[in-house]
């Protein structure tokens, strides 16, 4: 295909729906399900109709590393899914301009019961390259994935770490022209991660293209050269990161005030969280920041439950998880409670942070994502004056000190 006059994806009214069970009662043994269709001969199951991507139109060129943005349920997932093939759309059509290559959610692409080695192999059978072509290959994958020892045991035996190591190797060294990558790479080592960011950015220089799902924004801006952003199954904007990443942003305002009312959190709602307080609106870098969390009780609920807190930046990075279990907390839900947390540390770069509080106990209980939002202002907690490049790069500030001896 001539690169020049053809995108390497072309994507036109794409759309995806799934059917969704009713919520009447189902049989679970065969003689119920024969007694009710005696009982009820004519009667048929309800389904509902969910949209998981409405459509979608758009180009994408040759050599472009695009991120794909949005909140959890947008559609991301589905949508990389359907350019490589695992599911197919509901209607719309997809053009790829050459071979795709794709690490999605871990425990996918490999054969479980094959050795390392034999998937590297049947990979490149499967893409539609001769063995001496992957051959040639081979040696670097191995390198780069650094799992050399284990080539020759089954890969359902392979941690998480080890799997998407060699998964991921296998998608960027083999011979495809397009490479769809979803957020798996938060599996691995800060290491790898940082290498992994390295040859996604090589690859694209290369004239490959690029798909990149990502919750992180740092990760987005540094990889990619556009980025797509979804909402609810539809396409809001296709252009620059940064334009995509604003619209990421204001979206955690409009869920925050929707998820004011307890009834469109998720969770089972056994307990929930009544409010959630802050100890003040702003907050020094490096001073003490404490969260009271308001909780109803449940007479009926049996077993203690736990709290677990997350402070999110502005991208919605989560800069902590403080949860009750790490230092011994649980609650009794036959009582309500006021609970504080009291964050010490780490700094916090100036800007604004949210709050998300979620109550569980084997499942969850209350799931209350922006219920508090603060500012860390923009004072200097170091010593000594500096120029704002001393302080741009990372996620928070650290405590630290240099000694000469």
């Known amino acids: 295909m001539d690169k020049t006059k053809h995108p390497a994806i072309r994507v036109s009214g794409l759309g995806k729906t799934y059917r969704i069970g009713g919520t009447e009662h189902r049989p679970t043994t065969a003689s119920e399900a024969a007694v009710q269709r005696m009982r009820n001969p004519l009667h048929k199951s309800t389904y509902a109709q969910f949209e998981a991507l409405k459509d979608l139109t758009f180009d994408i060129p040759w050599g472009e590393a695009v991120g794909i943005i949005g909140r959890n349920g947008a559609g991301k997932s589905t949508l990389l899914k359907m350019l490589t093939r695992i599911t197919a759309p509901t209607h719309g059509r997809i053009e790829l301009g050459g071979r795709i290559g794709s690490l999605l959610e871990v425990g996918t692409g490999f054969h479980p019961e094959l050795t390392g080695k034999e998937n590297i192999y049947l990979n490149g059978a499967l893409l539609g390259m001769h063995r001496k072509e992957i051959a040639q290959r081979f040696d670097e994958i191995v390198d780069f994935s650094g799992v050399e020892k284990f080539l020759g045991t089954p890969v359902k035996r392979y941690s998480s770490g080890m799997y998407v190591r060699l998964a991921f190797a296998v998608a960027v060294h083999l011979d495809t022209e397009i490479l769809a990558i979803d957020e798996v790479l938060a599996v691995g080592d800060a290491e790898f991660q940082r290498k992994s960011l390295a040859k996604m950015r090589d690859v694209a220089t290369d004239g490959r293209t690029v798909l990149f799902v990502s919750h992180q924004a740092q990760t987005v801006s540094t990889l990619c050269s556009s980025a797509i952003y ?59 920041k404490a969260v009271t969390i308001h909780l109803d009780s449940n007479t009926d609920v049996i077993g203690q439950y736990y709290v677990s807190c997350h402070i999110n930046d502005l991208n919605g990075s989560v800069i902590a998880q403080c949860d009750s279990r790490l230092v011994g907390q649980w609650f009794d839900p036959a009582e309500p409670h006021d609970v504080t947390l009291s964050l010490n540390g780490p700094w916090l770069k100036p800007g604004r942070y949210t709050v998300d509080v979620y109550l569980c106990k084997t499942g969850v209980l209350d799931a209350w994502e922006g219920a508090a939002v603060f500012e860390v202002l923009p004072t200097n907690p170091y010593p000594e004056l500096a120029s704002d490049e001393a302080m741009s790069r990372g996620l928070v500030l650290a405590d630290f000190t240099y000694k000469r001896s």
Do not use: N
Not at 252 to 258: C, Q, R, Y
Not at 277 to 288: C, E, I, K, R, V
């Open 230 to 288: 979804l909402e609810s199954g539809r396409m809001v904007y296709q252009g620059d990161v940064a334009g995509a990443l604003a619209l990421y942003r204001d979206s955690f305002e409009k869920f925050a005030v929707s998820q004011m009312d307890p009834a469109r959190r998720p969770g089972s709602g056994e307990i929930r969280t009544r409010a959630v307080t802050l100890s003040a609106d702003h907050f020094d870098p490096s001073g003490p």
